[in-house]
């Protein structure tokens, strides 16, 4: 099955700086990568994902790219806010059915 | 749109007892997800159905785990009996026509003693 690996586990930035998360995936046939954002005690929400047949996504201080020979994509938070701070799960479609395989998370902590 | 709604939202049981959540998904959705996020760690899946048909229940443990989806809406997800590794987040998702997009529930924290 499909297998999603997040870099790094916490990350630390300045407030205004830019975060970037990587994920890696080992199934060359998914096509569909979303960004989850988790903040304590709450449900995981879409903040924005990728299919396979684009390289880049925007929206607002959020960019996905997605790097299909290397099987990575990556989230990009520019203009980093308090409001940021979270974990991050990014995941890839498994082959078949409509299912997701997750990463582990990312921590993001932005300082003020 | 309403969300995923979930219930009951905290659980504190003991080993060997038994527990259900029932899960509600977002109007229309005709696949809905059971998964279990431990602490610090991301969702996985537990089962799957589209419609009131299990399409993946693979990662389920079937001894102690079950499911059901009457009439294709509301869902339940049954332990009994519990164990202390048991004790995580159970989140439901439930997904549309566009393939892969899930949307969670605010899920049921359970805690087993």
């Known amino acids: 099955g499909e297998n999603v690996e997040q870099h790094p586990s916490t990350l630390s930035v300045q407030e205004g700086d830019s975060a970037v998360i990587k994920c890696t995936y080992s199934?060359?046939?998914?096509?569909?990568f979303p960004w989850y954002k988790q903040e304590l005690g709450k449900r995981p929400q879409l903040i924005i994902d990728?299919?396979?047949?684009?390289g880049e996504k925007k929206d607002q201080r959020i960019a996905v790219t997605l790097n299909k020979t290397a099987k990575h994509f990556s989230l990009h938070i520019t203009e980093t806010q308090p409001e940021d701070s979270a974990v991050y799960f990014c995941a890839a479609s498994s082959s078949g059915n409509n299912r997701l395989a997750f990463g582990k998370g990312n921590q993001v902590v932005v300082i003020p | 749109e309403a969300g995923v709604a979930q219930s009951p939202r905290y659980k504190i049981i003991e080993k060997r007892q038994s527990v259900a959540f029932w899960c509600n998904p977002i109007?229309?959705?005709?696949?809905l997800y059971w998964y279990q996020q431990i602490l610090g760690q991301g969702p996985k899946l537990l089962i799957q159905f589209q419609n009131n048909g299990v399409v993946d229940d693979s990662q389920l443990p079937k001894d102690r785990f079950s499911a059901e989806r009457l009439k294709g809406v509301d869902s339940t997800l049954k332990i009994q009996p519990a164990k202390l590794e048991d004790s995580a987040v159970y989140l439901c998702a439930s997904g549309g026509d566009r393939r892969y997009e899930q949307y969670f529930g605010p899920g049921t924290r359970l805690t087993v003693t």
């Open positions: 199934d060359s046939a998914s096509n569909y």
């Open positions: 990728i299919r396979s047949n684009v």
């Open positions: 109007s229309g959705h005709a696949t």
